[in-house]
């Protein structure tokens, strides 16, 4: 079992079987390559200690399993607000996914702190039914990269649920 999703290379990510999705074995599932842009586009802000407060992305075609890069430009710069667009690719340098993320300084110096009300699923996680999604092919593939319990529903039947998730491989992306 690979430790990550993603391996660092001179120029850019090699992307593990972690990162293999439900439809083709060697397609990524769209969830790690979002991450990925999104750490990559919060290393590339100007703004010491700010957070992301608004995220889109678009995704152009199926990223491939292997290596990929990502480009980071500060579309928008300034002091308390920023745009970040951060572009994935692979081989032929072809837009696969792009991230647009504005980013501010964060609130936190001398105001109230606000936390948000708890949620309302039925059970913790402790007492949640741990479950694998039936529709992955592929042994090694991003359902083995999560861990997930559910309190309620389930992935393999039609209908509401309420789960608990967790990060199932050791570190993602190893550190570079």
């Given at each position: 079992?690979?430790?990550?999703?993603?391996?660092?290379?001179?120029?850019?990510?090699?992307?593990?079987?972690?990162?293999?999705?439900?439809?083709?074995?060697?397609?990524?599932?769209?969830?790690?390559?979002?991450?990925?842009?999104?750490?990559?586009?919060?290393?590339?802000?100007?703004?010491?200690?700010?957070q992301?407060?608004?995220?889109?992305?678009?995704?152009?075609?199926?990223?491939?399993?292997?290596?990929?890069?990502?480009?980071?430009?500060?579309v928008?710069?300034?002091?308390?607000?920023?745009?970040?667009?951060?572009?994935?690719?692979?081989?032929?340098?072809?837009p696969?996914?792009?991230?647009?993320?504005?980013?501010?300084?964060?609130?936190?110096?001398?105001?109230?702190?606000?936390?948000?009300?708890?949620?309302?699923?039925?059970?913790?996680?402790?007492?949640?039914?741990?479950?694998?999604a039936?529709?992955?092919?592929?042994?090694?593939?991003?359902?083995?990269?999560?861990?997930?319990?559910?309190?309620?529903?389930?992935?393999?039947?039609?209908?509401?649920?309420?789960?608990?998730?967790?990060?199932?491989a050791p570190?993602?992306?190893?550190?570079?």
């Amino acid at each position: 079992m690979p430790a990550a999703l993603y391996e660092p290379r001179d120029d850019g990510w090699l992307a593990t079987p972690l990162t293999i999705g439900p439809w083709d074995p060697g397609l990524q599932h769209a969830g790690p390559p979002a991450a990925l842009l999104l750490r990559e586009a919060e290393r590339a802000s100007g703004i010491e200690s700010g957070q992301t407060v608004r995220l889109a992305y678009d995704i152009f075609a199926p990223v491939p399993v292997g290596p990929v890069h990502v480009r980071t430009s500060v579309v928008r710069p300034g002091r308390r607000i920023e745009l970040i667009e951060a572009v994935l690719a692979a081989g032929d340098e072809r837009p696969l996914m792009r991230l647009s993320a504005w980013r501010m300084r964060s609130r936190t110096d001398g105001a109230t702190e606000v936390r948000p009300a708890p949620h309302p699923a039925v059970s913790g996680p402790e007492e949640s039914r741990p479950e694998d999604a039936a529709f992955f092919t592929e042994e090694i593939a991003y359902h083995r990269a999560l861990e997930w319990r559910f309190a309620t529903g389930s992935f393999n039947s039609p209908g509401p649920a309420s789960a608990w998730t967790t990060p199932g491989a050791p570190s993602w992306p190893a550190s570079r």
